[in-house]
């Protein structure tokens, strides 16, 4: 019997202040070779990849008492799909998420699904 593969969230987080730097200081050239490391990451992963999502940017907060600009620690998402949490979180041990940003790290969250109506 084949085991039906579950959805998951990756979340690229790292501190505010690291990912602040990185952007200050990368150049072209380290933009390239970034990408050249992703690129390679997909290419292994390409058949749990079911998204792979995008860097995030500026991040507003929404409450009952309006609309705020806020900061977070979440850098970007992929979603993934594995036959558990164990399997999902393990795609990203090699992750090029982790080269030059201290003390980055990923979340992997299930997408659990909409119950029926």
């Known amino acids: 019997m084949k085991t039906r593969m579950k959805k998951f969230m990756a979340l690229y987080m790292a501190p505010v202040a690291e990912m602040e730097k990185m952007m200050a200081n ?3 050239e380290d933009t390239e070779a ?4 992703w690129m390679k990451w997909m290419e292994a ?3 749990e990849l079911v998204d792979m999502g995008a860097p ?3 991040t507003k907060r929404v409450t009952a008492n309006g609309i705020s ?3 977070n620690d979440i850098g ?3 979603i993934v799909q594995a036959e558990s949490a164990a399997a999902a979180a393990k795609l990203f041990e090699d992750s090029p998420h982790f080269v030059g940003m201290p003390g980055s790290w990923i ?5 659990m ?3 029926s109506t």
């Open 56 to 58: 995030l940017g500026k």
């Open 34 to 37: 970034s990408m050249g490391q």
């Open 26 to 28: 990368s150049t072209p």
């Open 113 to 115: 699904p909409m119950p």
């Open 45 to 47: 992963h390409k058949k």
């Open 69 to 71: 600009d806020t900061k």
């Open 76 to 78: 970007g998402y992929s």
């Open 107 to 111: 979340e992997v969250i299930e997408c």
